[in-house]
């Protein structure tokens, strides 16, 4: 079976797990913070348990989605310390896990390298016009800030996951930017295996007054991203922010070959329910896809995780036929 064949869509069969959802940042389009020191951290026992009812689920990524703690604050090193053994703890388990956790120190990430299989991070727009908007309280999305992370990930070859998210204020102009961006950060270090494109969507929670992103102007998005990215690096939606099944289909004609996360539960948008593998299998065979799951890692990476990681990776591509 090939990732790269011409009818293949993909998914990553998941879960999500929420270290904290306290976050310092307070972005004006958020559904998933509370404040911090107001929401409990998820423990190692609690987390077992939960990767023991996954055991027998098919289900192959963890993804560790957290909100941040204060890159000064007295409490970051227990905070990271407890991502990273949730992360050992998927691992030990059998699950392969990918962190997503905002900015990270150049140490951090070099630690988070040993105990993941990729990670990721969104560069959402680069445009520093949203700090005076969605993100004037939020100075993890400084956008200098996140492009190092791109850097530093391709410093120390760990493969990643980035993306834009659109609707918050931008231009047209600025996708283009945004994308660039991303397509020349991977032109010096081939490390990104997907982008996502999020279209934003409004939540319950958030204070944000704007409308959906216009689902109509996807396909329109991502046929000009594949213009603009890579033959290597694929385009994910999230299928359940696309909820008009003839869009996503138009999307996936126009260029978006993945899916993301299948998890029971979109933790950044808790509004919009995923349609679950069956119900996206049936929406794409009827143009003539073929919905297949993948690992959190694409194989050309293989080879930059260490020998532990590599192994039960392999294992996985034997379960998945991959
Ligand atoms: S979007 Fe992310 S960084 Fe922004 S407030 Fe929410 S959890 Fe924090």
Redesign the pocket.
């Known amino acids: 079976m090939s990732l790269s064949g011409q009818n293949i869509v993909t998914y990553s069969p998941a879960y999500t797990i929420v270290p904290t959802y306290e ?1 310092f ?3 004006s389009y ?1 559904n ?2 509370t404040e911090p020191g107001k929401s409990p951290w998820l423990t190692l026992e609690a987390a077992k348990e939960i990767f023991l009812q996954l055991k027998n689920q098919n289900v192959c990524e963890i993804l560790i989605l957290s ?2 703690v204060h890159p000064h604050s007295a409490r970051r090193e227990a905070w990271f310390e407890r991502i990273y053994d949730l992360c050992a703890l998927a691992l030990a388990m059998g699950f392969l896990p990918h962190t997503n956790v ?1 900015p990270l120190s150049w140490t951090e990430m070099q630690k988070l390298k040993t105990v993941n299989v990729s990670m990721g991070l969104m560069l959402e727009q680069l445009t520093p016009k949203l700090l005076n908007t969605v993100h004037r309280h ?1 100075p ?1 999305k400084l956008p200098e800030v996140r492009s190092q992370q791109l850097q530093w990930a391709g410093d120390l070859k760990i493969p990643f996951t980035t993306g834009l998210l659109l609707g918050i204020g931008e231009t047209d102009a600025d996708w283009w930017e945004t994308l660039t961006a991303i397509s020349e950060s991977h032109a010096h270090y081939h490390h990104i295996q997907e982008v996502i494109l999020q279209p934003h969507s409004p939540g319950t929670v958030q204070t944000f007054d704007a409308p959906p992103f216009d689902p109509h102007q996807l396909p329109t998005v991502i046929a000009k991203a594949r213009e603009i990215l890579p033959a290597d690096m694929t385009i994910q939606i999230p299928p359940n922010l696309v909820e008009d099944e003839n869009w996503l289909l138009a999307c996936i004609a126009a260029g978006a070959r993945d899916l993301g996360g299948i998890s029971p539960k979109d933790e950044v948008n808790p509004d919009y329910p995923h349609l679950q593998e069956q119900e996206l299998r049936n929406i794409l065979e009827s143009r003539g896809w073929e919905l297949v799951p993948r690992l959190p890692l694409y194989p050309q990476f293989d080879e930059w995780l260490g020998a532990g990681l590599q192994q039960q990776v392999q294992e996985w591509r034997e379960r998945f036929k991959l």
């Open positions: 976050c940042n307070r972005c958020c998933f913070r909100g941040e905002g939020a993890s």
